[in-house]
């Protein structure tokens, strides 16, 4: 099993428009963060997590020309509206993609991206929608599923188990329930959203995430979803060792 951290950034990215690096080094090349995404490799199987406005440029960077599936946490821009771009990876698939993400999720991809799941004359459909439900096999491992509050609407969290190892991936969420406590909890390998340093009303905090890593007794914790504040060879000196900042193209082998 292998984890690629394909971006780490927040809706704007770091930098934002404007040349705005914030707090971060622009010297630092791992303050460069594309929105976020991850890729998950099983078994030689390959399944995107999100396909926000950078997934062309990521998959590029990947070098990954094939996808067995790909899962939406949530509908808002940052994570789908890089959809058309799967167009290409179900061509060279030589059909339509799986298409994971609670049925909710789903209505509103069709909704807002019909094209992408209808057979149109010459274009056919690009990827299959497909309901998640609390858990799904994938090569040989379990993933399963919790809702995460995230303000007003959830995103989808998950754990993944192959062999004797596991990692979890919660992005866009601002508080931990016992549901997802409970999930997490003594995963080898916790990716975890992280906007920066002060309370947010829909993201999570630097302080709030060590302290549920500790409490989850977590083995590694990597920050995600990073905003323009978080710099980061600051986090690198200031973390405990089991917790680090991520960074765009951060590969987790097991």
């Known amino acids: 099993m292998k984890v690629r951290v394909l971006g780490c950034g927040t809706s704007f990215g770091v930098p934002r428009i404007g040349n705005d690096w914030g707090l971060c080094d622009p010297h630092e090349p791992r303050n460069r963060r594309l929105r976020s995404s991850i890729l998950l490799q099983v078994d030689g199987q390959r399944l995107l997590v999100d396909c926000g406005p950078d997934v062309r440029q990521q998959l590029l960077e990947a070098e990954v020309r094939s996808l067995d599936a790909v899962i939406v946490t949530h509908d808002h821009a940052d994570h789908c509206h890089g959809i058309d771009e799967l167009r290409a990876v179900s061509q060279a698939n030589g059909g339509p993609i799986r298409l994971l993400a609670r049925a909710g999720v789903l209505i509103g991809l069709e909704r807002r991206f019909g094209y992408i799941f209808k057979n149109r004359g010459l274009y056919e459909a690009v990827a299959e929608p497909d309901p998640v439900g609390s858990e799904l096999l994938f090569g040989g491992a379990r993933i399963r599923f919790v809702d995460q509050p995230h303000g007003g609407i959830t995103s989808l969290g998950m754990r993944v188990d192959h062999a004797d190892k596991s990692i979890a991936y919660s992005i866009d969420f601002n508080a931990l329930t016992e549901e997802m406590r409970a999930l997490y ?70």
């Not at 993201?203 to 709030?208: G, N, P, Y």
């Not at 060590?210 to 323009?228: D, Q, T």
Request: aromatic share 8%; hydrophobic share 40%; proline share 6%.
């Open 185 to 254: 909890q003594g995963v080898d390998v916790w990716i975890s959203d992280c906007l920066g340093r002060k309370p947010h009303p829909t993201h999570a905090h630097l302080e709030a995430v060590l302290r549920w890593g500790e409490e989850m007794k977590v083995g590694k914790l990597y920050l995600s979803h990073l905003n323009n504040s978080m710099d980061y060879q600051t986090l690198v000196r200031e973390l405990p060792d089991w917790a680090a900042p991520a960074h765009d193209g951060l590969e987790i082998a097991f």
